[in-house]
């Protein structure tokens, strides 16, 4: 979708950003600013800012401002051109459209999004308008789910007529093999049937409220379906990214500031019915990864409530490692065997379910729990799986303070000194940070295409010597220098980083190019054998910076303040970090100039999404090594 600048500029006139923020804060004016509570952290004395003159807000708590549609981006979780259709929307500006080829197929994806609204409000019509499926109003009843949590959930029902949404979707308009891909319609045998028919549905939500997809849950018994059937993915629906219940939840998961993540959809339900608002659904899945990112927008403190069977402690165990390499606050709740959050509020109130929530358990305790339930403390070799299992989620914890008190909380539990202790520790961080740092490196990023022409066209040490070297050259220096210190564990980890392409000198280039065939081939690289593999030039230029014979800058003066194992490793890592760290400033650099330089509003989002790509990846390198430093000394 190709919005016009001009159009931008009048949303942003248009949407007075006070108005805009104080539909979700409440601001007090203070001078020539209003004040508030900031919504993205949480606090007690108000550190946020909103200039009315300016148009903008700002936190001096997480440091977090800028414009009405970045405000609506942070808060929404929004794409900036959905945060830039919602407020033109909300504000009645139109959007043209300039590029053909775009609006096209904006209108195509806008496509499955209307087609899923159809649904879910023909699922809901189906309930609550047709008088033949009174029984299915019944046994919501009976499940005591009441008229408003009917409505404001969308609940529905497929029918019993088959045939019906066919004929319904033939009437509208609509596109039969799109509603295949949204699995509304299947196919079987060359024939087209209601995936959904005979089901209660409960339409999924993405968390800015947009129907994205449905679960159906049959209500016979029957040997032939399963219970429940989803969405699959689609152009519009990614379940390990979304959250049943969190469109409802978001603001009130702020406002209590912590989240109740639960399993099924009736759970999420029943508990919004007795006033407890703060929860969210995984639906069937473990607990992901992007998951977990999406809810620490909204808070840091993560209640899990699972069943009381072997599939919910199963869930609940691998859960556990996800929410703690977030480095968040982690407890998990326990009700009474054979009961689930929908049964339990149903028949004790909230009242005593929120006792649950008060004496949930640290997530150690509910491991150890867990393992003594199944027997595992009964011969040494059981116990010994079980305190690996779980060390394995402490060692993951960024917070060095953090991991050492559980750490040592678990070698409590068990009567074992810590020390016994921090040796798995340190392998399981090796491996995630190997982990990582295998994934960081694959990771595809604008500046895989980039590095080529980042690249200085500059010629051997004479032009070195002539010309003032820049942060990135004196940096490359010693990555080579390293190189030949003749320790096999510095130059694989070099490589682990930075590939020989990514050097902006040629003839560094060249050198870590041999360097990396001999490791392949087996061979460490010295300054005995440089005749065997490198040119003349290269092998004069390795011996002057090793020899420290090339005077390059004063800043080389201390290359290598020790000639310690341990003392090598730390240097290197620290190389290693300025090295990444400086490429993606680059990258960064020229980011942001395109943006000056640009009035293209698609351009303008696609880089703003690439300079949050690189900004992860920053931290996510800093992290890394840092973690690295740490295991090493």
Request: hydrophobic share 35%.
């Amino acid at each position: 979708m190709n919005i016009p600048e001009d159009k931008i500029q009048e949303i942003i006139q248009a949407a007075d950003i006070v108005d805009v923020v104080s539909k979700y804060v409440r601001l007090r004016k203070t001078g020539i600013n209003y004040k508030g509570l900031c919504p993205f952290h949480n606090e007690k004395t108000p550190s946020f800012s909103v200039n009315a003159k300016k148009q903008i807000f700002y936190c001096f708590g997480c440091h977090k401002g800028g414009n009405a549609i970045k405000f609506l981006m942070e808060y929404n979780n929004l794409s900036f051109f959905d945060s830039v259709k919602e407020l033109a929307r909300e504000y009645g500006v139109d959007l043209p459209l300039r590029d053909e080829r775009g609006q096209e197929e904006q209108k195509k994806f806008e496509e499955y999004f209307d087609i899923t609204k159809a649904t879910i409000h023909y699922f809901a019509e189906n309930l609550t308008k047709n008088s033949a499926n009174k029984h299915i109003l019944e046994y919501l009843k009976n499940r005591n789910i009441n008229d408003s949590s009917i409505q404001n959930f969308g609940i529905g029902y497929g029918g019993g007529v088959r045939g019906k949404l066919i004929e319904f979707y033939k009437k509208g308009g609509f596109d039969e093999k799109k509603a295949i891909e949204l699995g509304f319609l299947g196919v079987s045998e060359g024939k087209i049937y209601e995936r959904f028919a005979g089901r209660l549905i409960f339409p999924i939500f993405s968390h800015h409220g947009r129907e994205i997809g449905a679960g159906g849950r049959i209500l016979e018994k029957r040997t032939d379906t399963g219970k429940y059937i989803n969405s699959p993915e689609s152009p519009i629906y990614n379940k390990s990214k979304v959250l049943y219940g969190l469109s409802h939840s978001k603001d009130e998961i702020r406002k209590e500031d912590f989240v109740i993540v639960v399993e099924g959809y009736l759970d999420v339900i029943s508990l919004y019915q007795h006033g407890i608002k703060n929860i969210a659904a995984v639906s069937g899945t473990a607990l992901t990864d992007d998951q977990v990112k999406l809810l620490s927008s909204y808070t840091k403190n993560f209640y899990l409530l699972f069943d009381s069977d072997a599939a919910g402690y199963k869930a609940a165990m691998r859960s556990i490692e996800i929410v703690m390499k977030h480095n968040l606050n982690l407890k998990i709740m326990t009700l009474p065997e054979g009961e689930d959050p929908d049964s339990f509020v149903h028949k004790h109130g909230a009242k005593e379910f929120l006792e649950y929530v008060k004496n949930a358990r640290e997530f150690i305790d509910y491991q150890y729990l867990v393992f003594e339930r199944g027997g595992y403390f009964q011969n040494p070799d059981k116990m010994t799986e079980a305190v690996k299992e779980m060390l394995r989620p402490v060692a993951l914890i960024p917070d060095a303070l953090k991991r050492t008190l559980f750490q040592k909380a678990i070698a409590e539990k068990f009567k074992l000194r810590e020390k016994v202790l921090e040796e798995d520790i340190e392998k399981f961080r090796e491996k995630e940070i190997e982990t990582r740092a295998l994934e960081l490196r694959e990771r595809p990023t604008p500046q895989e295409t980039a590095v080529q022409t980042a690249r200085t066209p500059v010629v051997a040490k004479q032009t070195i010597e002539r010309n003032p070297l820049s942060a990135f050259q004196l940096n490359e220096i010693e990555i080579i220098k390293l190189m030949f210190e003749g320790d096999e564990k510095v130059v694989r980890f070099i490589f682990q980083f930075i590939r020989p392409e990514e050097y902006t000198l040629p003839i560094h280039y060249g050198i870590a190019e041999k360097v990396f065939e001999e490791l392949e081939s087996g061979t460490i690289p010295t300054v005995n054998n440089l005749k065997d593999h490198y040119t003349l030039e290269e092998q004069n230029y390795i011996l002057d910076l090793v020899m420290d014979k090339h005077k390059i800058s004063e800043q080389l003066d201390d290359l290598l303040p020790s000639s310690t194992e341990a003392t090598l490793s730390l240097y290197t890592i620290d190389a290693v970090k300025k090295f990444r760290l400086l490429r993606i400033d680059e990258m960064l650099k020229e980011i942001h100039k395109e943006i000056s330089n640009t009035s293209d509003s698609i351009r303008i989002g696609e880089l703003v999404l690439d300079l949050k790509t690189y900004l992860d990846e920053k931290q996510d390198i800093s992290r890394i090594m840092d973690e690295l430093k740490t295991v090493i000394g």
